[in-house]
């Protein structure tokens, strides 16, 4: 509007700054290597939010990235019964079986005759 009572003086400025604060974000690290080397296992990565340079909470949880995921390999190679296999000396194949060791490549060989029977 033109006249005297839009005097210069009295003009909004155009332009202002404003202070912006960082936004939350969610950040991950590169996925780990899988639990298994052959076979299905797990992988994870670690996710963490941000805001600007600190790990904070705040972030939006339905768009957090998964942090853990299943990963499928190549078969496990299966050998196939060794009859004559004998377990080895001085190895605990009883704890070995108790705690679920026989997929483990060491107890499989180590315990190669206590890991063949059936389960109790």
């Not at 994870?44 to 299943?70: E, F, H, S, W």
């Not at 496990?76 to 060791?101: F, R």
Request: with cysteine; glycine share 6%.
């Amino acid at each position: 509007i033109d006249g005297p009572e839009c005097g210069l003086t009295k003009k909004l400025p155009e332009e202002s700054t404003c202070f912006e604060r960082p936004c939350f974000k969610w950040y991950s690290s590169p996925w780990l290597e899988c639990t298994m080397a052959c076979g299905v296992g797990m992988r994870m990565q670690d996710v963490k939010c941000y805001k600007g340079t600190d790990i904070v909470r705040g972030c939006d949880p339905l768009v957090k990235p998964v942090g853990r995921q299943a990963c499928d390999l190549q078969p496990c190679p299966t050998e196939p019964p060794d009859d004559s296999c004998q377990d080895q000396p001085g190895t605990n194949c009883t704890l070995a079986i108790k705690v679920n060791l026989c997929s483990h490549w060491y107890y499989s060989k180590a315990c190669c005759h206590s890991c063949r029977l059936p389960c109790p």
